[in-house]
């Protein structure tokens, strides 16, 4: 019986596993200033996802967290004054900026 509940949570965890590597190549710095605002990030809609563009959306927002969302990948909602969410297609390119 022990054996069997072992395997069943590591067979859930491995199902978590598939999420890492699906980002930018080069991940953003996970520190900025202050809290979040959302004036003027539309600029980046359109933009190739990277390290440097993550950097460049920390700087413009003051947020203090980016989370990447990948294609179809699963999000927590709940809402974070100081972090910013930015969601990107299939071929790298950002499709959604906002906060929270």
Not at 31 to 42: S, V
Not at 77 to 99: G, H, K, N, Q, W
Request: aromatic share 4%.
């Amino acid at each position: 019986m022990r054996w069997a509940m072992t395997a069943l949570s590591l067979a859930g965890l491995t199902g978590c596993a598939g999420a890492n590597g699906s980002g930018p190549q080069t991940p953003p710095p996970a520190m900025a200033e202050g809290p979040c605002r959302d004036a003027g990030l539309d600029r980046f809609v359109g933009q190739k996802a990277s390290g440097d563009v993550g950097a460049q959306l920390l700087a413009a927002s003051g947020a203090k967290t980016l989370r990447w969302g990948a294609p179809g990948m699963a999000m927590t909602m709940d809402f974070r004054p100081d972090r910013l969410t930015v969601s990107y297609d299939e071929a790298m390119m950002i499709t959604t900026v906002r906060c929270g």
